[in-house]
């Protein structure tokens, strides 16, 4: 026996340890290799094994035989099936951060009552459990100390459960409620709980060493024990046949995945999923050592005179007589460990589904100039202070007579009544909200009635005593009520759920939480253009800190930034918001807030799914795929890489003009990635290819055939065909781009070829028929020099036989343009002023009366020589100065300027003139044989492409500037550079003042 105060300073100062443990694995002094270890992951699992399994489970094994091993045997089936049952709702769990029942459920079936009620109900269940605790820590305190009378018994158990009650409440609160963020698991919880899972293991399997040995004897003397009472034996043998002790696994079954505390540590607390599966052996490992003092401590209970009680505190009966302090203090810090571990984990737990389910929807946090963070918290700390104190209230309500065994199944029967709900989310897609109401009512008004308020002392209302398979005359009927509300819960949700009709929200939802299937998103349109437009929405539901911060977190898990546009991307941040809201406000909540903030523009574009979010998922899934599935995901992956390695390229667009598909070879031809632009709208490219698709896209053609486009100031040539999508319920647009612009160059290039063959043919013609009187006119000319002595008739016969010379070198040029595509390489190049062949082409314009009379205006230095040929560049000037004076107004001036360049021996001549100047896209063409921008009949197209050609022969460099910046912004200006005359001598010096 100890004093009171003794007993509270030991519970203190472990729990004291306990908070040192928590708080530094929090901040990492422990070392990472153990915190981080599987092993800590699966010791926090045992805070299944509640103060139950301390000291209730003794009196269960007496009452139900060898029953009492499914007790273990429940969490363990579940374990055994984790691949089909624990890790599908674990990564349901994960993907949405989804943190308790009710979150999971409400998600679902897509509806708050479905939360709320679920977070009531569960609340109600779990109220016996939080009894049971605190009841078996004030009867072990009420039995290790001394009491006077039975009055202060009474007040002594209430007063030491109220003391319990306030320190664990602190304890609780920081444990799991210190920080402003509940959405990450709280790793110096999981440590502390594994700590308190050792230390209770030790506790019991020291206790039970100590019964074995100490009562006993040993083994041995135990066995001899044994066979004095056959009756023992027979009575475990006999109870555990019974019926209901079968349907004992089912209801522990059931709360390996229901009770809150649980459903916390394997999803919410669980960072990785491979611990599951260390979980799958270890959890039952442990549960196995925790059982085998059980049997043993019953049968030294019996032994020492405890056999007419009802196995409850057996562990206590047996400290009584080993008359050890030490042990004990052991094992009542056991039982203090066990307690507090699933109190702590089970208030966490309803508390934040209380917080998420029915404070936050009829009370939603005021935005402050802060966060709503620290509105959350505090309700969640008042929450677990309440939730405790209505656990020490049912503690006072309940009769003492209650046995421990009683408010466990009572408990786990409640937690029972969300199996068939649960099962539903993974296995029966057609399961809707108005099944799962009906039946959890149901099944539910069946336990309160026929369990929780007995548990009273009142008496069981007659209509659950009419209940088939009920005989009062037995005894309790705890399982029999059990099964039947169960069975009543799962028919009738079944009934209901194929009689009503299922929302396509709830289809939707369903599809995604089926084993072995992707969410698929629906592509809609957001009411807004940018990522950061989304922090100014959600600022109005939730303030400007916490829409900031939740945004960069949404940002940064998907690698995004917030000048993201796309409409794809613009979604998964939408999606990735919501999700991880859910862990923060519940989904219910979350839904609404983002529905708000930052809702769709439309229905559904047609019906089709997301196909860039499948694909994405599918690509991080592809380890996970086993069976069909991986080969057909391999049968994806060939035609997709098949699609993507075309050498035409091809685009898928939607309704909305959403870029859902964007090969390699679109990327070569536009220049534009395939991660930049799938996803985004054609708004998203570059103007020249946004035009063109929009406007085929829009067309009534399927196809255009060498379709132009300007890219980056050259031409380019596309042929385009499109056709619709015939998969049923989608309705893009598949467009396949060809591009041409090589073929149609060679074309042109032969057509040049071919037309200069022409030109050959009629050149070759034309100098031969003009030949011929050309010579006569010259002959006559010459003859009349020998026949008069006139001076002008000399001057005009001296005129006639160099126009005569000149006409036979233009056809003798044209025939070599025509056949060379040059003028002879092998003429040789002279000196040639600049200034006296302009002066002699200006002369020669002049003569022509009937031409436009404009002002020729030479400003050529007298003294810049080039390396030439007199002849051609007279041609070359004579062909600029027509066009300019054909260009310009009447009355109009052609200048005609030239210097030397500064950084080179080079001659830069300028021809200027005053016209209305050449269109910008006209510019590259100037040059080209037979293009004209004059009027039918005033042009063969010829004149450029000779002065282009022999420019180029005699090394030199011509271009056009149209309009030039004069001041006026028209005009065109011809620009000639050719090598200065001292190249022919080789000894170029820096040019002259006066050349400059």
């Known amino acids: 026996m100890f004093e009171a105060n003794v007993l509270l300073l030991c519970a203190l100062a472990y729990l004291l340890t306990l908070f040192a443990i928590a708080y530094a694995s929090e901040h990492r002094w422990l070392p990472s290799k153990l915190i981080d270890h599987p092993a800590v992951y699966v010791l926090s699992l045992g805070v299944y094994a509640s103060a139950f399994a301390f000291y209730g489970v003794t009196g269960m094994a007496k009452a ?102 306030l320190i664990i409440s602190l304890f609780t609160i920081l444990f799991g409620s210190r920080n402003l963020s509940s959405r990450d698991s709280h790793q110096g919880l999981v440590v502390a709980l594994a700590f308190e899972s050792l230390v209770k293991l030790v506790a019991f399997i020291c206790l039970g060493a100590a019964a074995i040995f100490g009562i006993f004897g040993g083994f041995s003397d135990m066995q001899n024990w044994l066979q004095t009472q056959p009756e023992l034996i027979e009575k475990l043998r006999d109870a555990s ?130 966060d709503i963070y620290r509105q959350l918290l505090w309700s969640r700390q008042l929450l677990i202070f309440a939730t405790i104190m209505l656990g020490y209230l049912l503690y006072v309500l309940i009769p003492e007579r209650q046995v421990l065994s ?40 069946v336990w309160l009635l026929g369990l929780l308020i007995p548990a009273f002392g009142l008496e069981t209302p007659a209509l659950i005593l009419a209940l088939p398979g009920i005989d009062p005359s037995r005894g309790p ?33 369903a599809e995604a939480c089926a084993i072995d299937d992707l969410n698929r998103p629906g592509r809609q349109a957001l009411t807004l253009k940018s990522a950061h437009e989304m922090r100014h929405r959600l600022a109005e539901s939730l303030g400007s800190a916490v829409a900031k911060e939740e945004l960069d977190r949404a940002l940064e898990e998907l690698q995004l930034d917030d000048n993201e546009t796309r409409p794809y991307a613009l979604r998964r941040i939408r999606d990735r918001i919501e999700v991880n809201l859910s862990a923060l406000l519940g989904p219910t909540i979350a839904r609404r807030v983002i529905d708000r903030s930052l809702p769709y523009a439309s229905n559904l574009m047609g019906e089709g799914e997301d196909i860039n979010y499948i694909e994405d998922r599918l690509e991080h899934y592809q380890a996970h795929l086993t069976g069909l599935a991986a080969d057909l995901d391999a049968l994806r992956r060939y035609h997709r890489q098949t699609l993507e390695d075309l050498p035409t390229g091809v685009c898928a667009l939607a309704a909305d003009q959403e870029i859902l598909l964007w090969n390699k070879s679109m990327v070569t031809i536009t220049g534009v990635a395939s991660g930049d632009i799938t996803g985004s709208s054609l708004s998203g490219l570059p103007t020249e290819w946004q035009t063109l698709l929009r406007d085929f896209s829009a067309s009534k053609d399927q196809h255009w055939s060498k379709a132009g486009i300007v890219v980056d100031g050259a031409p380019r040539w596309l042929n385009l065909h499109k056709t619709d999508s015939e998969l049923p319920g989608r309705d893009e647009l598949i467009i396949v781009v060809e591009d041409i612009t090589d073929t149609q160059l060679l074309e042109k290039e032969l057509g040049h070829q071919e037309r200069l063959a022409s030109i050959g043919r009629l050149a070759a013609g034309v100098a031969h028929e003009i030949g011929n009187p050309v010579t006569g006119i010259a002959s006559l000319a010459q003859n009349l020099r020998y026949e008069t002595d006139d001076p002008l008739l000399l001057e005009s016969a001296e005129q006639i036989v160099k126009q005569t010379q000149r006409i036979s070198s233009i056809v003798q040029s044209l025939v070599n343009f025509a056949h060379n595509g040059r003028e002879h390489p092998t003429r040789a190049k002279e000196a040639v002023a600049i200034r006296s062949c302009i002066a002699e082409a200006t002369q020669l314009l002049e003569l022509d009366r009937a031409a436009e009379q404009v002002r020729f205006v030479n400003q050529c230095p007298t003294d810049l020589d080039v390396a030439g040929d007199q002849q051609r560049l007279m041609q070359v000037f004579i062909n600029l100065l027509t066009n300019a004076r054909d260009a310009s107004p009447g009355g109009g001036q052609v200048t005609i300027d030239a210097n030397a360049d500064s950084d080179r021996p080079w001659a830069h001549i300028r021809i200027s003139d005053q016209g209305s100047g050449i269109d910008a896209e006209l510019i590259e063409q100037i040059f080209e044989p037979f293009f004209t921008t004059k009027e039918p009949g005033k042009g063969t197209g010829l004149g450029l492409a000779l002065v282009y050609r022999i420019i180029d022969d005699l090394g030199g460099e011509i271009s056009v500037e149209s309009p030039y910046n004069d001041g006026a912004e028209r005009g065109t200006r011809f620009h000639i550079r050719l090598p200065l005359a001292c190249h022919l001598s080789g000894d170029c010096a820096p040019p002259t003042p006066s050349q400059k």
């Open 64 to 165: 139900y035989g060898l029953g009492y091993l499914n007790y273990y045997l429940g969490i363990s089936a579940a374990l055994f099936l984790l691949p089909v049952v624990i890790t599908p709702l674990y990564h349901i769990c994960k993907n949405y951060q989804l943190h308790s029942l009710a979150d999971l459920l409400s998600f679902r079936y897509r509806s708050q009552w479905v939360g709320s009620l679920t977070t009531v109900f569960c609340s109600i269940a779990m109220w016996p459990l939080l009894a049971m605790q605190i009841q078996t820590v004030s009867d072990a305190t009420l039995l290790l100390t001394h009491s006077a009378s039975e009055t202060d018994s009474s007040t002594f158990r209430h007063l030491s459960a109220f003391m319990f009650c």
């Open 241 to 370: 046949q019974r019926d209901n002790a079968r349907m004992m696994l089912v209801l522990f079954f059931s709360a390996s995945l229901c009770m809150p505390h649980v459903f916390h540590m394997l999803f919410a607390e669980n960072p990785s999923g491979k611990k599951l599966y260390r979980a799958g052996w270890g959890l039952p490992l442990y549960l196995l050592l925790i059982s085998l003092p059980v049997l043993p401590l019953l049968w030294a209970s019996t032994a020492i005179g405890g056999g007419e009680s009802s196995g409850d505190y057996a562990a206590l009966h047996v400290l009584s007589a080993l008359d050890s302090p030490l042990l004990t203090l052991l094992v009542f810090i056991g039982g203090i460990s066990a307690a507090s571990g699933a109190i702590i984990v089970a208030t966490l737990a309803t508390a934040s589904m209380n917080l998420n389910h029915i404070v936050l929807p009829l009370h939603s946090p005021r935005r402050r100039p802060g």
């Open 406 to 445: 009683s408010l466990a199944v009572i408990s786990i029967a409640g937690c029972a009544q969300f199996l068939p709900g649960l099962l539903a989310v993974m296995y029966w897609p057609s399961a809707n909200r108005n099944g799962f109401i009906t039946g959890l009512l149901t099944g539910f008004s």
């Open 477 to 509: 009927q705890w399982m029999e009520i059990a099964t039947l509300s169960l069975g009543l819960n799962a028919f009738v949700m079944i009934l209901v759920s194929l009689l009503s009709e299922t929302s396509k929200e709830e289809q939707s939802t």
